[in-house]
Each structure stands twice: as structure tokens, then as C-alpha cells.
């Protein structure tokens, strides 16, 4: 609004500039004037009827998909828009004659637009949460922690694109922007721009797309989690490729991945060549139509606070074992599963080697009913010497496809001194938009 | 010379050889559901290998992305959608995942089955999803409708003669066969049907809109309150209120549904039955292909209406 006012003053002064001359000029000006309307009256009729047109060819396809009969066919159709061929493309085998021009009809509409989602997370905590660790951010009483912003669509033939943007109560973070290209020859899949890592099982994994509230105590404690931060997890700017390894009946997948080294108060970067790698081999097999197993192993390396001599390093073991009836597949089914990660980080004078897991079960008991438990247990990686450990017991209800109510009771033994924090939390997920697909 | 003569020979064979495997090698169809797969074999006959990923007895909105769907996938020369968003949670991570650029959407081996079919319920005007979840292109179970079934046929045949031009004429000829299977029995189910035009059914989702025209049957009500919604106490009763007053005895349900619902109400009216019916190909165990499909749901919604109808 005040940017309107400042312009005021200008416009002021453009007015008066403009307005004093001579009569006879003002005349012709006039005249001008008058030629200018008519002509943009013209102009006007003819766009008019150009778009009755193709509104009526419109309606007349639309009826066509519709199986009813089409109106009647418009007078006449719009002439195709066409470019000359180019000098100097003539050739055996060129195009000739008249060209199409493309995006011409398009170029007003919006379906090319990218899907665009939103999807809210309200959550809130209630117990003392006894001091929390550093690792770990505490929940207020209520937060609508994050606002997801998804935009999705495809790029060209060559490749699809995807955004989520997390607007947190601090601000704004690309939590994942990336290219994706699927036409690549030799079986490579290849992602390119910021990402959440492929390390583990649940570090790929969005916050609204868990079966609990937050992420295990694994997850903050050796992935870079720390109190200023609700999220946590290896995100960083890189380049991931993939492929299948040919296997029988086996899904076999190996992902080399090449990240900048920054990432939360795991990985950073003090130099351009600090850079982070990671690999990850995985492997699923469907047991029978409705039992499925999976197992993964994953390694990360990058370098730490303390500077570019020193490196931090990561082993991973995940297994899922999931069970889902066919027929019923919308009121039962449960997964169980489990991550184990190893940490091995170069201090000043030390190595710490820090080691932590999560162990859960989840168990869907109605069509819109959920129960879960995960038992937790991780040193923390800056400081192996300290190991916390915790339970969660969680219930989730379905409204429907586009929401969540779900609560959970954490029970989260702290290292330090033996502090038990009791804490009972809540949350509500609701999507507005376009909903994309569920991991698997 | 002898032994270039046999080397000639022996590369002639050889390339021969390669070029009949070559010939031989059929085409890898993938498709979302076991309906579309039927009718793919229909008229791909012996030159196409046909995987289904979706099962018939599944709900075909609730299918995961198992990375074993990726290998499958992966080694297709052609995937065939339902498409109007039917397969939209589960669909676009497999394709973008299966490192085939063969049968990305826009690329020569990706046919979506519904685009010259006819749908019914596009819906028209604002859409929000206080309306459960609606499609926002239609009602994507159209195959259900034998008419449809024969337009399916059609683009699969013009596209695996894309495909595979030399086989162009063999496609034509499988279509031409199944058209004229296909016609012989819509005359039978349409005679088994005729009796009960313009009675009213009650169905648990928006499954059936394109078979129950087909044969005259009239959709009074449904057992979910909303599309995808669960069925509420409020309706349900609202719901047997209104089978009550206007007569309406037979409750179809997909074989995925739970039948607790469906039971309480027909228990709820004199007469009143439940009949699962198969919604699509392997939906049931005899339900073995595209033709059997419609025998099983005719003949079976025939016994049932001749039942409740007396007629």
C-alpha cells in the first residue's frame, strides 16, 4: 500500500507534464485517439470471435469424450497457426511447406501448471519433557510445525520435477527440489538437486509420511538432529544415480549418491572439495501376493565441524518385513521394522563410534485405525559415552485419505542422568491439493 | 573355399536364426489391471507376453508400489492404464521408477485405455473433496460396460500394430475374433437381463454406473455416504429407509468391501440380499477372462434379481 502512495507524487507530475500544448496538437491528437479506439475495436471482435470459435470447437470435443452428440460444428474452424520453414533448413528430408507453431492455443491456459499440494502438520506435546537433549527439539505445547508446499510435474520427455517446500515456524527451507530422469539409457535413474539422502530406510522419508509423530531417537542422535531443529536427517544438494542390478525375481537397487558435505550438525563442508558420498544397496522380495521383505544396507561419509581432516562416518542395516492382504487390503495390514546405524566420528584427540537402533510395529486394525509401539535406543554421536533410550506407543485415526489425527505417548530415558521424560503428543495432518502417492 | 563356404553358410544360419528370434520376440505388455490384461491377450494372442499388476480382488484405488512392480515394469514394451486418475496413488512412482523410457506417459509404449472410451460421471462445476474422492475425469470403472470392452480392444490393437507393424494384420484378425465373441455374447446377457430393466439396486461404491446402464438397472443408492468414505451410521439408516420405500431388495458389493455393513442392511429388509459381484477379471476364481467376466456378474445378478423380483 505504501509503495501505491510513493507513486502517487510521480504520477502527479506526470500528468501535468503531459497536459499543457497547443490546441491544434490536441486536435490531431484526437483524431489519433479515435482511429486507435476503432481499431482496438476491431482487434476486440475478432479476438471475441476467434475464441467463440474454439470454445465451441471445445464444447464440441468435450461432448465427442463425453458420448453425447457434439453441437453442431462451429462455422468455421480457427485457421492452424504456421511458420514458414526456416531459410536454410531446406534440405532431402526437411520439413517443407507450412509448420505448426506450438503452445500458441496453450499459451493462456493453465494445464501445464504443476500439481500443487499443501499439507498442514499440527502438532502439539503435553509432560515435562525434563531437559530434552541437545539432539532433540523440544515440542511446544502447540505448533503447526510445518507447512508442506508440493510442486510437482513433468519437465519434458526427457524429465519430471519435484518440490517440497517446508515452511516452518522459523521460515522457509527447500526441504527436497530435484530432477528426476527416467529416459536414461543403461537402466540409470538419475535425481539431481536437493534431496533427502538415501541412507536407511526412513531418512528419505517426509515427516507427514511416518507412522509416528517423530523420528526415532537413532535419527536425531547420529543423523545430525540438533534443539534448534524439529526435522532432522541427511538433506543436502547433490546428485544421486541408481540402477537395477539384474536379480531373478529379486529387486535389486544400487544408489551412489554425491552431496555438497553440508547437513544439519552432521556433515559440513569448509571447502569446495569437502564433499559427501554415500551408497546404498537394497533388496525386496515378495514373499507371497500379501508378505513382503525388505533389507537394505547403506554407508555416508562426510566431513565435520571440526574441520576438513576430520570425517564422519555411517553404517546402516534396515529390515521391513510387511503383511497386507489383497482382498482386504484396505481394512488390515501391519509392518515391522527396524534400522540399526553406526557412527564413527573423528574428534580433536578421539574417534567417538556411537551405535543406535529403533525396533516397531504398526498394525492397521480397521479401515481407519492404526496402532503402533517402537522401542528406541542410541548413543548420541558427538558423544558416545551417553546413551538415551525410549518407547512410543501410538494410535492413528483416518478420517480419510487427506487427514490424520494420530496421538503418542513417549517415554524417553535420557543418558546424562538417568532423566525419564514422559511426554503425550498429538497431531493432525490435513492435505489441500493435489495428493501425491504414498511412499512405499 | 570349403571352409569360407561353411563360415558363410554357418553366418547366414546364424543371422537367419537371429533375425527369426528377433521376429519371435514378443512384445512385453504391462497393465494395471486384470481386465486390461484380458483384453490385451484377446487381441495380442501369441505375440505378447501380458502381466496384470493390480489383482482382481483387490481394490484397484489402494494398490502399492511394491519395487517388484518396477522390475515388471521395467521389461515392459508397452503398459496400459486405466488412467482418469484411477491409478493416480500408486502409478506415477512405478513409471518414474521402472528406468524404461519406452512407456513413460507421452512415450509410444504408454496407452491410457480410457481415452476413447465412454465415461460417465465427469463431473461438471466446482468439485471439492467434501464430496469424498471424486474423480475428477469421470468414473474410471468403464470397463464394466461391454461396449467399452470392445473400444479398449480397438486402441490396444492399433497400438500394438504401432508397436509392432508386421504383426499388424494377425492383431486384426484377433480383434475381428474377439469383436465377434464379444457381440454373440452381449446378445445372450442382454436376453438374460431383459426381464428386470428398470429395477433398482443399491451398490457399496460407484463401481458399477456403466453396467448397471448396460443392462437397464437402475443405482438407488450406495452403501458409502461419499465416494471412499466408510459407511456412517446415519446413512446407513437413511439408507434402509429408502430401500424400504421404494423397494429395493439387492445390495452389490466388490469383493474387497467388508460385508458387515452390506449384511445389517439386507438383515434390516424383508427380502433384502447381498450379492458380491466380480468387478473386475480374477474377482472371483471363475472369473478367468474379459467374456467370463460379464457371465459370472449376468448370470449371477440374474438369479438374484429373479429372486427378489419374482419375476
Excluded at chain 2, 8 to 34: C, P
Amino acid at each position: 500500500m505504501r509503495r501505491v502512495y510513493r507513486l502517487w507524487p510521480v504520477l502527479a507530475a506526470g500528468l501535468l507534464l503531459g497536459s499543457p500544448g497547443p490546441v491544434l496538437a490536441q486536435t490531431a491528437d484526437v483524431e489519433a485517439l479515435r482511429r486507435e479506439i476503432e481499431q482496438l475495436r476491431n482487434e476486440l471482435a475478432a479476438v471475441q470471435q476467434q475464441y467463440g470459435e474454439r470454445l465451441a470447437a471445445l464444447e464440441a470435443k468435450l461432448g465427442a469424450a463425453q458420448g453425447t452428440p457434439a453441437p453442431a460444428s462451429p462455422p468455421a474452424a480457427p485457421p492452424p497457426q504456421t511458420a514458414e520453414v526456416p531459410p536454410g533448413a531446406a534440405a532431402p528430408g526437411a520439413p517443407a511447406g507450412q509448420l505448426p507453431v506450438y503452445g500458441a492455443l496453450t499459451a493462456g491456459s493453465k494445464i501445464f501448471n504443476p500439481d500443487i499440494g499443501m499439507i498442514g502438520n499440527f502438532l502439539g506435546a503435553v509432560g515435562p519433557n525434563r531437559g530434552g537433549s541437545e539432539t532433540l527439539a523440544p515440542t511446544p505445547f502447540m505448533t503447526l510445525q510445518e507447512s508442506e508446499a508440493s510442486f510437482q510435474a513433468i519437465v519434458d520427455p526427457y524429465a519430471r520435477a519435484d518440490f517440497f517446500l517446508a515452511i516452518g515456524e522459523e521460515g522457509i527451507e527447500v526441504e527436497e527440489g530435484y530432477a528426476t530422469f527416467p529416459t536414461l539409457p543403461g537402466g540409470l535413474l538419475v535425481k539431481a538437486g536437493k534431496m533427502r539422502a538415501n541412507f536407511g530406510r526412513l531418512n528419505a522419508f517426509h515427516n507427514h509420511t511416518l507412522p509416528w509423530i517423530d523420528r526415532p531417537l537413532v535419527m536425531y542422535n547420529l543423523l545430525g538432529g540438533s534443539s534448534d531443529d524439529p526435522d532432522t536427517g541427511i538433506k543436502d544438494a547433490g546428485v544421486s544415480v541408481s540402477r537395477l542390478i539384474p536379480a531373478g525375481n529379486v529387486f535389486l537397487e544400487a544408489t551412489g549418491e554425491l552431496y555438497r558435505g553440508d547437513s544439519g550438525t552432521l556433515f559440513t563442508s569448509s571447502r569446495r572439495q569437502d564433499v559427501a558420498a554415500l551408497g546404498r544397496l537394497r533388496s525386496y522380495l515378495d514373499l507371497t501376493d500379501q508378505t513382503n521383505f525388505e533389507a537394505g544396507v547403506s554407508y555416508t561419509r562426510g566431513h565435520n565441524d571440526m574441520g576438513s581432516d576430520f570425517l564422519t562416518q555411517l553404517y546402516g542395516a534396515d529390515v521391513t518385513l510387511r503383511w497386507r492382504p489383497l482382498s482386504r487390503a484396505i481394512y488390515r495390514s501391519l509392518a515391522a521394522r527396524t534400522e540399526l546405524i553406526w557412527s564413527r566420528r573423528e574428534d580433536l584427540f578421539t574417534v567417538q563410534r556411537a551405535f543406535g537402533f529403533y525396533g516397531s510395529l504398526d498394525y492397521q486394525f480397521a479401515r481407519r485405525w492404526f496402532a503402533g509401539g517402537r522401542y528406541d535406543q542410541a548413543e548420541r554421536g558427538m558423544n558416545a559415552a551417553i546413551r538415551d533410550r525410549g518407547f512410543s506407543g501410538v494410535l492413528t485415526y483416518w478420517p480419510s485419505e487427506f487427514s490424520q489425527v494420530r496421538g503418542q505417548y513417549r517415554r524417553t530415558r535420557y543418558g546424562d542422568d538417568g532423566r525419564v521424560a514422559n511426554e503425550l503428543m498429538f497431531q493432525l495432518l490435513f492435505t489441500i491439493g493435489a495428493h501425491g502417492a504414498h511412499p512405499f | 573355399m570349403r571352409i569360407t563356404r561353411s563360415i558363410i553358410a554357418a553366418a547366414a544360419i546364424a543371422l537367419l536364426g537371429a533375425s527369426e528370434a528377433l521376429a519371435q520376440k514378443k512384445l512385453n505388455v504391462v497393465t494395471s489391471t486384470e481386465d486390461l490384461a484380458s483384453i490385451a491377450r484377446e487381441v495380442g494372442g501369441d505375440r505378447v507376453n501380458v502381466t496384470a499388476l493390480a489383482r482382481g480382488y483387490q481394490d484397484p484405488h489402494f494398490v502399492e508400489s511394491k519395487p517388484s512392480f518396477i522390475l515388471t515394469v521395467n521389461r515392459a514394451d508397452l503398459y496400459i492404464a486405466v488412467g482418469r486418475e484411477l491409478e493416480i496413488g500408486w502409478l506415477p512412482p512405478l513409471l518414474t521408477s521402472s528406468r524404461n523410457a519406452k512407456i513413460q506417459p507421452g512415450a509410444a509404449g504408454y496407452l491410457d485405455a480410457s481415452l476413447n472410451v465412454r465415461i460417465l460421471e465427469i463431473p461438471t462445476g466446482q468439485i471439492t473433496r467434501a464430496m469424498g474422492d471424486v474423480h475428477p475425469l469421470g468414473n474410471p470403472h468403464y470397463w464394466l460396460e461391454p461396449g467399452n470392452g470392445r473400444l479398449i480392444a480397438q486402441a490396444i490393437r492399433n497400438k500394438l500394430g504401432e508397436l509392432s507393424p508386421a504383426d499388424r494384420s494377425y492383431f486384426g484378425q484377433r480383434y475381428d475374433d474377439f469383436d465377434g465373441r464379444l457381440a454373440a455374447a452381449e446378445k445372450r446377457w442382454d436376453a438374460t437381463m431383459a426381464p428386470y430393466k428398470g429395477t433398482k439396486v443399491v451398490t457399496y461404491h460407484r463401481s458399477w454406473p456403466n453396467f448397471m446402464e448396460r443392462f437397464g438397472l437402475e443405482v438407488m443408492g450406495y452403501v458409502e455416504p461419499k465416494p471412499g468414505i466408510p459407511p456412517s451410521p446415519s446413512h446407513t439408516l437413511e439408507l434402509i429407509d429408502e430401500m424400504k420405500r421404494q423397494g429395493v431388495k439387492l445390495i452389490v458389493v466388490e469383493p474387497y468391501f467388508s460385508l458387515r455393513t452390506p449384511q445389517a442392511i439386507a438383515n434390516q429388509i424383508p427380502g433384502g440380499r447381498v450379492l458380491v459381484l466380480a468387478p473386475s477379471v480374477g474377482g472371483v476364481k471363475d472369473v478367468g477372462d474379459y467374456l467370463q467376466l460379464f457371465d459370472y456378474n449376468v448370470n449371477l445378478l440374474a438369479a438374484a434379481l429373479k429372486q427378489v423380483t419374482g419375476k
